[in-house]
């Protein structure tokens, strides 16, 4: 068993460098065994390391770590030290997962498809939804865990812990639950293959802890609320007012953008029956430019062609009713050479410089007359 499976408290170790290899300015040495936990896919990123305060990058080979340094002497006395923070919250994280997926398949019965406690940690089951009240009563039975102070026992890869099955796991353990101090359900998303239930523990449960109540007291001063029922009903509160200023500004906007549809629709060149918008377009708000192009595009026999200058670049977007009989992407194929475009029979868009924007809108318009005609 290497040492830090067998330590997994020790924080600092004396090493004696072994012989070093020298290439592309650093030197490099095997350490056959130490302290270092290495990296594991989906459980631990690996420790960080120190020789004599320095920091060390390594690799991990077959049990082995390789360190690099830009300076090392075969036979010299060192200190190799990890950081023991980093450690110790990846123990807590390790078991905090345990915990967590036993919780889940005692209570509700989920089966747990994957996870990861590597940079954020996370567990996915299979289920469609999880209700307030489970989560609550799962988050309270793993601290109930956690305070119970159980005894943590390894044995060939394997972790036993009273009330908890046994699971398979991997680098330093904690020697009880109580260590892992704090657990937190952070977030729940929905997941292509389940749910994705997000936690934290141990100092990180306390930051989010205190994030918490550091967000609850600025919003009780804001609010003028004193508890947390009282503020939840204050931000409902404000919640419907912004929604409500929402739905009068989105009707606000509805007016102008009929008044621009109709100003545009005045401004219609007719030949043969179909009316051309033909318009350079400067300074333009985009979400008010795919209202009113979507507004026009529903009107009968309607072709439009705008020209959208930006620097020394520009767009050109076409767009034609329904009832006008052709494709604009054929057209585009065919007229945009080199330059970038993308759309569809009913719309489509071409990315130019800017000095040859008025040429190739002019091609558009004289292509889609002749398709008409």
């Known amino acids: 068993m290497a040492l830090y499976l067998r330590e997994p408290y020790r924080k600092s170790m004396k090493i ?22 290495p990296p594991v896919e989906g459980y631990y990123t690996g420790d960080k390391i120190t ?13 082995r770590i390789q360190c690099k340094m830009p300076a090392a002497k075969s ?20 078991i905090a997962r345990i915990l967590f997926a036993g919780a889940l398949e005692k209570l509700l019965h989920a089966k747990v498809l994957s996870g990861s406690t590597e940079e954020v940690c996370y567990l996915v089951v299979d289920a469609e939804d999880i209700g307030f009240m489970s989560l609550e009563k799962i988050e309270n039975y793993v601290n109930h865990l956690i305070e119970s102070n159980l005894p943590i026992q390894e044995e060939k890869g394997e972790v036993t812990i ?10 330093p353990l904690l020697k009880n639950t109580g260590e892992v101090a704090l657990f937190a359900i952070q977030k729940i998303e929905k997941e292509e293959e389940g ?14 802890y205190r994030n918490h109540r550091y967000l609850t007291k600025n919003l009780s001063m804001y609010l003028k609320e004193s508890t947390t029922q009282g503020i939840w009903q204050a931000v409902k509160k404000l919640q419907g007012k912004i929604d409500e200023q929402k739905k009068k500004i989105d009707s606000l906007e509805e007016t102008i953008g009929l008044e621009q549809v109709q100003e545009f629709m ?7 029956g179909v009316g051309y918008i033909y318009t350079t377009l400067e300074n333009i708000n985009f979400k008010s430019f795919k209202y009113l192009s979507n507004a026009i595009q529903k009107k009968s026999k309607t072709v439009q062609i705008y020209g959208i200058p930006n620097g020394n670049e520009a767009q050109i977007h076409v767009l034609r009713s329904a009832d006008v009989p052709v494709d604009l992407k054929e057209i585009m194929d065919h007229l945009k050479g080199d330059h970038e475009g993308s759309g569809n029979m009913y719309h489509v868009q071409v990315n130019v410089p800017r000095t040859q924007m008025s040429p190739i809108m002019e091609s558009f318009l004289i292509a889609i007359q002749k398709k008409i005609l």
């Open 16 to 37: 004696t460098v072994p012989d070093t290899v020298k290439s592309k300015g650093f030197d490099y040495f095997l350490l056959e065994d130490s302290i270092v936990a």
């Open 51 to 63: 020789i004599d305060g320095e920091a060390v990058d390594y690799t991990a080979e077959g049990g």
């Open 75 to 94: 036979g010299e006395e060192a200190e190799l030290a990890i950081d023991w923070p980093r450690r110790l919250q990846s123990m807590q994280n390790n």
């Open 162 to 171: 009273p009330s908890v099955d046994k699971v398979y796991s991997v680098g």
């Open 195 to 208: 749910l994705k239930l997000t936690f934290v523990c141990g100092k990180s449960a306390l930051d989010d």
């Open 266 to 272: 005045a401004k219609r060149r007719t030949v043969e």
